[in-house]
């Protein structure tokens, strides 16, 4: 049972547009929510991560938005550079359990 | 990626033969993980580890086993290789089992 649906699978986004990957859950337990970045030929690197405490989380152009009551949390990318063609995955988890749960992840591609 | 290596990075090997694959790592971590990488599938976890001999199953673990007797080392083998165990691995570190993992750079496995 797959836990966190991420969508798009893929994404074509215009140098300086911004970029919008979105992820929904299902298990109101879940306390902590990380994205992570891979680049080809690379492992996942963690980007930036969120709590539902707050509604919005900003590092630079990434931005987390979460909305508790819709269980989604998506991420922006403002700005959109050809760097940021990677695979990004959302994920979740629950500071009891000691796993956590990844999309499927989105494949971005910034044209030039 | 600091900390954690993976070996080795590129292998072939034939139907049917056992495959052990090495992840070390140098920040003496509580938490080490393996994940397949698949087109569509995202990251699935195979098994993982929370301390030296405690290991747990993850959702594709048939075909799998694991072995930890030291902090620094968990080993993936795959038992009798099939073609459906080709794909990417990759191992992870955390410390505390949910926040800020780190990926190694990856295996990729061939069977043929």
């Known amino acids: 049972q797959q836990q966190v649906k991420q969508s798009p699978q893929s994404l074509i986004v215009q140098k300086g547009g911004i970029s919008i990957i979105n992820c929904a859950y299902e298990n109101t337990a879940f306390d902590y929510f990380p994205w992570y970045q891979q680049f080809p030929g690379k492992g996942p690197a963690l980007l930036i991560a969120i709590r539902p405490d707050v509604s919005e989380k900003k590092e630079g152009r990434f931005t987390i938005s979460f909305n508790k009551s819709a269980k989604q949390f998506s991420l922006h990318i403002m700005d959109s550079q050809p760097g940021d063609s990677a695979t990004y995955f959302c994920?979740?988890?629950?500071?009891?359990?000691?796993?956590?749960?990844f999309g499927k992840g989105t494949r971005l591609h910034i044209l030039p | 990626d600091a900390g954690i290596t993976q070996s080795p990075r590129h292998k072939v090997t034939e139907t049917g033969t056992p495959v052990t694959l090495r992840c070390h790592q140098t920040e003496n971590h509580r938490y080490m993980y393996w994940y397949r990488q698949d087109p569509g599938h995202g990251l699935r976890l195979i098994h993982y580890?929370?301390?030296?001999?405690?290991?747990d199953k993850g959702e594709v673990s048939d075909g799998y086993s694991v072995s930890r007797s030291k902090t620094e080392d968990f080993l993936l083998t795959l038992e009798s290789a099939t073609s459906s165990q080709t794909s990417v691995y990759f191992c992870?570190?955390?410390?505390?089992?949910?926040?800020?993992?780190?990926f190694g750079s990856g295996t990729r496995l061939t069977v043929v």
């Open positions: 992870a570190i955390s410390g505390d089992g949910n926040y800020g993992y780190t």
């Open positions: 994920a979740a988890s629950i500071q009891q359990d000691d796993k956590i749960i």
């Open positions: 580890s929370y301390g030296v001999k405690d290991t």
